[in-house]
């Protein structure tokens, strides 16, 4: 896995998805942390098996896109299927803002000022 | 029937090494116990819960990448988004009538809160062409910074409109490469911008400078919730 995906053509990542191009959870997030409830098993396809060893940590779903140099739709399929199977759990972003709510709370931006006038 | 249109205009130079990922030396996939937690990328927290994003959007060479990685506690990471949808000319291929897979490029970064929180950083290329990839990957932001640099300001202009158009709180910030005379009013009255959207002048490669950029962002969200709750 050297090569970037950017080189890869289209028929490798049908391979990968089983030449699926939908399917995958709506509620994963850019940001969604997943974490691995188990390690790989022996004949588990190897993107899966990675995902299960990148996310022995929390790790978002764009993480794991860039360490699987996978494009982010390609692995959020990936990923529902670990999901599916209970492989891993997901920690989605909360609360998910809406157009009718788009601020975050108080609570959260103090979180936030207090952590970059640290950096 | 398909035809792959790869657009992939980010990141910006000087990204160092090209692809994303792991280090160059990181070799093979005979690296099969290759953690992810090399020294530029240590992991988060076991408690991690709660991950948060803001989005900083520019023409090409506004200094996005650089703002991400001045202010991120990991060597940024790479990668892409790709969607399909029906061509409607965006790609000037006359006549194919197939669908479009449309690839986009973004940097992003990563500063730990606290031992649940988590601040994600992207950057991201803000031509129209672009924004139906980012609606869906940074809806939900805390907000957006739009960094324009002043010899390319028409860049920034789409960019302006679609998030006063999707009510994300945003501020603009003008890198300052010191080679422009402007003043912070002539950026504003350039961009015709919004009496209440603070315009703030940073240099993207200093830490310092680049946290201060955040910073007036969240402030401005917080005054914006504060409006809210009156």
């Known amino acids: ?119 | 029937m398909h035809s792959t249109t790869s657009e992939s205009p980010a990141p910006e130079p000087p990204s160092g090494s090209g692809p994303p990922g792991p280090p160059s030396g990181a070799g093979p996939s005979s690296g099969a116990r290759q953690p992810a937690s090399d020294d530029a990328h240590p992991p988060l927290p076991a408690t991690a819960e709660q991950a948060l994003k803001i989005a900083v959007v520019g023409g090409f060479g506004a200094g996005k990448t650089t703002l991400v990685r001045s202010v991120s506690e990991i060597r940024p990471l790479s990668t892409e988004e790709t969607m399909t949808r029906a061509g409607d000319g965006i790609d000037d291929t006359d006549g194919v009538e197939a669908k479009h897979s449309t690839t986009v490029a973004f940097d992003f970064g990563r500063i730990t809160l606290d031992a649940t929180s988590v601040l994600y950083v992207f950057g991201a290329p803000g031509q129209e062409r672009f924004w139906f990839l980012w609606d869906r990957l940074f809806s939900g932001s805390l907000g957006a910074v739009v960094l324009v640099d002043t010899r390319r300001l028409e860049d920034s202009w789409y960019a302006i409109d679609r998030l006063e158009a999707q009510g994300t709180p945003f501020i603009v910030a003008h890198n300052d490469f010191g080679d422009t005379d402007h003043t912070l009013e002539q950026v504003r009255a350039a961009l015709d911008l919004d009496p209440g959207v603070p315009l703030v002048r940073c240099d993207a490669r200093v830490r310092a400078s680049a946290k201060q950029v955040l910073i007036a962002l969240v402030r401005h969200v917080r005054s914006l919730v504060c409006e809210g709750s009156r």
Request: proline share 9%.
């Open chain 1, 1 to 119: 896995m050297t090569r970037s995906h950017r080189q890869e053509g289209p028929d490798r990542l049908y391979v990968i998805t089983s030449g699926r191009s939908g399917g995958a959870d709506d509620s994963l997030d850019a940001v969604t942390l997943v974490v691995a409830e188990s390690g790989p098993v022996p004949g588990m396809q190897s993107e899966h098996a990675r995902i299960l060893e990148l996310c022995h940590s929390p790790m978002a779903v764009v993480e794991v896109s860039a360490h699987l140099r996978l494009p982010v739709m390609i692995v959020r399929i990936l990923l529902t299927d670990l999901l599916d199977t209970g492989r891993i759990t997901a920690r989605h972003p909360r609360p998910a803002p809406s157009p009718a709510r788009p601020l975050a709370s108080p609570d959260v931006l103090e979180k936030v000022l207090v952590a970059l006038h640290d950096l």
